[in-house]
């Protein structure tokens, strides 16, 4: 199978290895009957060393906005996991580095062609809806959020699920009273077909 191939290529890919603090070892999952994928930024430092996407409260917050078990999660035959950067990007001032951007234009699109059954994208922070939005994007990831029904049915955009958002998340009550029943629904939906 094509995608066999193309996961391996990847797990071997150095393309910026020089760049990465604890060398590159990417992180993605996916399978050509994936349903839903999730484009986020990059692994952390706890994934780096897991290899399992998503591991860390971020992914627990994550899971738990979708309304869906690890199990679920980690169905690679309903969700691909398909960060903007594969691998950790290293330590920046305030937190982790940007994604580095070799990744999504290399890989992003030679994935995409191996998935036959999407229906739903996850973009989950400013780079990912940047990428794929262009121009359509909002000036903030807040004014995007809020216009969320605007991007779908192919499209569902979402802050980043990190701890760190929390203050965005009490600043901003209408995310969790609107958009996280929509994102549920929508979900529970697709896992029920």
Request: proline residues 8%; charged residues 25%.
């Amino acid at each position: 199978m094509a995608y066999r191939k193309l996961r391996k290529e990847i797990a071997d890919c150095t393309l910026c290895s020089k760049y990465l603090e604890l060398g590159p070892r990417p992180v993605c999952t996916f399978h050509p009957q994936s349903k839903i994928v999730i484009i986020g930024q990059a692994p952390g430092t706890r994934v780096h060393h897991s290899g399992i996407p998503w591991d860390d409260k971020s992914g627990e917050n994550l899971r738990a906005w979708m309304g869906i078990d690890a199990t679920q999660f980690y169905d690679e035959k309903k969700i691909a996991i398909v960060p903007m950067g594969f691998c950790y990007p290293g330590k920046g001032k305030s937190g982790d580095l940007p994604p580095r951007k070799e990744c999504a234009p290399e890989w992003h699109g030679k994935i995409f062609s191996e998935l036959k059954e999407v229906e739903l994208i996850l973009l989950i922070g400013k780079y990912a809806q940047d990428y794929y939005l262009k121009s359509s994007a909002e000036k903030t990831l807040t004014a995007t959020v809020q216009k969320f029904e605007e991007y779908l049915p192919k499209y569902f955009v979402l802050p980043h699920p990190s701890p760190r958002n929390n203050i965005w998340m009490k600043k901003n009550p209408w995310f969790k009273q609107k958009v996280l029943p929509e994102l549920k629904l929508i979900i529970h939906n697709l896992f029920s077909q």
